[in-house]
């Protein structure tokens, strides 16, 4: 609703594998999915790589506190009380995986997640 006073938010999101978080003031009602759209379009508009495309399906969207939520697309930003964020790429699924074939594979898959996650909080 136009004529309702909506407050704004500084977001912070840290793309994986990008030098430095994109801010942009957003809607406090504004849902997760629109902040990844917005993000998606500063992204490419500041030509920063690697290139991710703007499909919003294709990304996890996680607040960035102890426990690191995965958020909902559906969820309103302000539900969160925080303004961090970090915006990773979905990983195509190794067939392994997906069939059960070995079970050790989604061990592997979740440890080199956290180290590249890691790598580029800290690199």
Known sequence: MKGKNNKKLLVSVNVLGSVGPIRFLANEDDEVSR???????????????????????????????PGFNTLHPQEKISSMDITNFLLCKKEPRPLEEVEGVRGGSKARIVHGWKNRLLRSLLG
Request: aromatic share 16%; charged share 15%; glycine share 6%.
């Open 35 to 65: 902040i990844i759209n917005t993000t998606l379009k500063a992204y490419a508009r500041q030509g920063r790589v690697p290139v991710l495309g703007f499909d919003v399906d294709n990304f996890i969207f996680y607040s960035i506190n």
